[in-house]
């Protein structure tokens, strides 16, 4: 399923072939949580603006519409009209971001939902459910993400009851699989390596994981306080012992710095938010760097937000204009901004896939990272 093309230092140029198509690796997966990218753009928008994958929510889409609810519309992809992969994140994060009460014990995780109070279980098999009646292309399993800072007691305890979580996962996903109702039989499982910023617990915990021979592996857990200095050192030492023919995927990471830094250490696959969140308060990427529309400077600026760029609002308008349409609040303003950013993303990537192919990735991350971090 995943073969690895070329290879300068541990940056990976891959090909992963899947039930809804082929994915170009190093990958940026656009984030529509409840089946959507917030903004205004449709799923032809993100042909469009060059995405490969589209990611949702377990946990969102539980709450509503309900997986019972796509389940009988055919699934996801008939849903939102999306012939491409799509990956569902397992919904873990979620329980623990967003559930103010919760009971974690062996067998899952009791919460309220933030939309409604109502009570809702999940574990293992219960996500593992959900994800088959979504029928995405990449189930992601159950799992804990810890906060950091915690005590290395916790983090390891969180650690074994998630690795036992995903032998649950596994075997659930198998049973699924199987059954004659299933939309989709050929879903696959990505596992997730935990262990905070503890060396000897990402590495155990890697090697555990990894004996499973899953579809591939995710590397969960981080951006969610540490430094940058200190997610590139997890990035370095999971590598030592992540298996080479699966892809990885950094979850909920990042800035184009930081793509730029994790392809670099071996990272094929992304997802954030960032870009379309950024997008609708007026922080826009550039080659250059961010900028931010809000500013005054840009009010009569008849240049589009980046010279040279391909997307929809550089190629029909001005500066000027959407900056006009967000302090206004009109929806177009954030339609546009949004547009540009996934297609700077998309295209961030397909540079990147283009520098390795040509043995110059190296030279582009001297080039670019540290450019596309500042901001102007």
Known sequence: MFEVLHTEGRARLGRFTTVHGMIQTPVFMNVGTSAAIKGGVSSMDLKEVGAQVELSNTYHLHVRP????????????????????????????????LAQLRKITEEGVQFSSHVDGRKIFMGPEESMRIQSNLASTI???FDECVSIPSTYEYTKAS????????????????????????????????????????????LSHMEQIAALDLDGYAIGGLAVGETHE?????????????????????????TPANIIEAVF?????????????????????????????NNQKYE?????????????????????????LLRAKEMLGMRLAVLHNLYFYNHLMEEIRTAIAQDR?????DENAAVMARRI
């Open 66 to 97: 309900g997986d019972d609810v796509i389940y009988d519309m055919g699934g996801l992809h008939r849903f939102m009209n999306w012939d491409r992969p799509i990956l569902t994140d397992s919904g873990g994060f979620q329980v623990f971001s």
């Open 139 to 141: 189930a992601m399993a």
């Open 159 to 202: 650690c074994e009851r998630t690795y036992r979580w995903l032998v649950r996962c596994k075997e659930e996903m198998k049973r699924l699989n199987s059954l004659p109702e299933t939309i989709n039989p050929h879903q696959m499982l990505f596992g997730i390596n935990q262990g905070a910023i503890f060396d000897d617990l990402r």
């Open 230 to 254: 200190e997610m590139y050192h997890i990035l370095d030492l999971t590598d030592l012992v992540a298996p080479r023919n699966k892809p990885r995927y950094l979850m909920g990471v990042g």
């Open 265 to 293: 250490r071996g990272i094929d696959f992304f997802d954030c938010v960032m870009p379309s969140r950024n997008a609708r308060h007026g922080h826009l990427c550039t080659h250059q760097g961010v900028i931010n529309l």
């Open 300 to 324: 009569r600026d008849s240049a589009p937000i980046e010279q040279g760029c391909g997307c929809p609002a550089c190629r029909n308008y001005s500066r000027a204009y959407i900056r006009h």
């Open 361 to 365: 990735f190296e030279q582009y991350r």
